[in-house]
């Protein structure tokens, strides 16, 4: 039997999930219906996540921003209720949205773009990041990093691995921060503003090496590229 339990002190699901075992055959004939939801095998890698069947029962509904168990692993669903991390590794080639924010995945799990429209953020204080900066890094992280958000927490960027990477201090603490300091004026002034990141990494490294931002505010647009180093803002 496969089971999901819920295992997330921040959302509770409806109803701790239970599935009974299902026979899929091996050639679906006319009748698919009753094999619609059948778990598909994650593979050695778990490289991809497994479908969690969506229509499991009225009352059984896979919740958004849950974390489940599933056979010893924990899956955690992103605003739409999919599955976008099992574990503490990102699903690979994947896209998934968080706090109204979208971002996609390479081959390696890695973020490679994040993106927006800024908002002020739901909480007030600062909301303590939940991984661990050797779980973000993957080993490629420095000792001189911090665990910076893509998106960032005055803007209600998330606290997890989905929205943190290994990210030089200087940089994280400075020129990354100024400018989200900048683009909040403009939020708090009731400026549309829009935000894009996208990610560079140097060959299977899971630490960026640069950081394209685009940014629009009301329209009228602007680029900035930081290099993830002491150095900043490089363009």
Not at 68 to 91: C, P
């Amino acid at each position: 039997m496969i089971s999901l339990k819920d295992v997330s002190s921040d959302v509770t699901p409806a109803k701790a999930l239970e599935v009974k075992p299902i026979e899929a055959p091996k050639e679906i004939g006319e009748d698919k219906s009753r094999y619609a939801d059948a778990p598909r095998e994650i593979g050695e890698t778990s490289e991809k996540a497994w479908d969690i069947p969506k229509e499991i029962g009225e009352n059984d509904a896979i919740q958004p921003n849950t974390v489940y168990e599933v056979d010893g692993e924990k899956h955690y669903t992103d605003d739409n209720g999919e599955v976008y991390r099992i574990n503490n590794d990102l699903v690979a080639d994947n896209t998934y949205e968080i706090n109204g924010y979208k971002y996609e995945t390479d081959e390696n799990g890695r973020i490679t773009s994040a993106e927006g429209k800024l908002q002020v953020k739901d909480h007030d204080s600062y909301r303590e990041i939940k991984d661990t900066k050797c779980e973000i890094g993957k080993g490629d992280e420095k000792e001189t990093d911090d665990r910076g958000h893509i998106i960032g927490d005055q803007f209600n960027g998330s606290n997890g691995m989905e929205n943190i990477v290994a990210q030089d201090s200087a940089l994280n603490q400075h020129e990354y921060k100024n400018l989200e300091c900048q683009l909040a004026k403009e939020v708090n002034n009731g400026n549309d503003v829009h935000m894009r990141v996208d990610l560079n990494y140097p060959g299977g490294s899971h630490r960026p090496g640069s950081f394209l931002v685009s940014y629009s505010i009301n329209g009228e647009e602007f680029v900035k590229v930081f290099s993830n180093d002491p150095r900043g803002e490089v363009k």
